[in-house]
Nanobody, 131 residues
Framework: HVQLVESGGGSVPAGGSLTLTCTASGFTVEGHCVAWFRQAPGKEREGVAGIEMDGKPRYADSVLGRFTVSRDWDKNTLSLQMTDLKPEDTGTYYC??????????????????????????WGRGTQVTVS
């Protein structure tokens, strides 16, 4: 049973930092392409960061230089380290994953994280509030 569970959300002042963790079960993050998304109230979900098969992190322009996405193969987790947080970073943050074969088909067609949002597995989200 594939499951993703996010944790680490909270409320912080502007300029603060948070690290989100996505714990995977039923599959390995090593064998999947993974990503972080967020959704602010009244807005559409947007991609924040992702890691494709090449292992290269990719970021939305709005978080470049402030957020860092990484995987821990031993713990089977995906993390999002967020620094210099801004009020516009407020939202529910979700992690997502899909298998390597699906990644291969997608990236061959030119679709890459963080703009791609058709992942097959999603967590339920964790709230981040920046004031």
């Amino acid at each position: 049973h594939v499951q993703l569970v996010e944790s680490g959300g909270g409320s912080v002042p502007a300029g603060g930092s948070l690290t989100l963790t996505c714990t995977a079960s039923g599959f390995t993050v090593e064998g999947h392409c993974v990503a972080w998304f967020r959704q602010a109230p009244g807005k559409e979900r947007e991609g924040v960061a992702g890691i494709e098969m090449d292992g290269k992190p990719r970021y939305a322009d709005s978080v470049l230089g402030r957020f860092t996405v990484s995987r821990d193969w031993d713990k089977n987790t995906l993390s999002l380290q967020m620094t210099d947080l801004k009020p516009e970073d407020t939202g529910t943050y979700y992690c997502a994953a899909e298998s390597v074969p699906a990644c291969q088909r997608r990236t061959r067609s030119g679709l890459f994280a963080p703009s791609y949002d058709g992942y097959s597995s999603w967590g339920r989200g964790t709230q981040v509030t920046v004031s």
